[in-house]
């Protein structure tokens, strides 16, 4: 008799942890899903920041080519 209860005691525990153990991994599932999609995203952002950081790489390459010749104004020029 004592057998049966003692089972029946360990049975209704390993359900109960079994229970918080599929839940635990259900969190982890939800957040693991979190966390692809902000990978996502911010790969995302990274390329248009890449962009962004190319074209000011280009706009620096002109403005410095531009300040090396003395500029682009008329009275900048030595014409004599």
Partial sequence: ???IIGAMVVI???????RALTQ?????KNS?????DE???LQQENGT???EVMSLQT???ILGSCCANGG?????????
């Fill in 12 to 18: 209704t525990w390993q359900h109960g942890k079994n």
């Fill in 59 to 61: 706009d620096n390459a």
């Fill in 72 to 80: 682009l104004d008329a009275d900048t020029l030595d014409l004599k």
């Fill in 1 to 3: 008799m004592l057998a």
């Fill in 24 to 28: 635990l991994l259900e969190k982890s």
């Fill in 49 to 51: 920041l890449m962009e």
């Fill in 32 to 36: 693991n899903v979190m966390h692809i």
């Fill in 39 to 41: 990978v996502f995203d």
